[in-house]
């Protein structure tokens, strides 16, 4: 069974100028396909922030994490692997921006 569970920062600009990072609401479920459109979506509506309040988000950086779950034996194995991936419309700048602010959380 294979579950996947999303998470990261999202970009946008603040309310009265300048713009920075927040983290992304996290989302998880059993399709990555339908997960990254939904990801997406709440890029578009806003909703991807956790709570900042952005006047409007431009994209993110999400991590997502792979868990494959199997039963030999009737024991449980898990295996959990990470990957990444950028949404939305960022610059370079921007994108290397969200990389050091996730690694240094």
Known sequence: M???????YVYGKYWGGGS???PATK???????KLL?????MLSNG????????ESLLGAYLSIKTEDTITLK???FVNTDYDDKFIGRLTRKEKNFLIGVSYNQ
């Open 2 to 8: 294979k579950q996947f569970e999303i998470s990261g």
């Open 20 to 22: 920075g990072a927040y």
């Open 27 to 33: 989302i998880s479920g059993s399709n990555l396909t």
């Open 37 to 41: 459109r939904k990801a997406k979506e």
């Open 47 to 54: 909703s991807l922030d956790s709570g900042m309040g952005y």
């Open 74 to 76: 009737g024991r449980e």
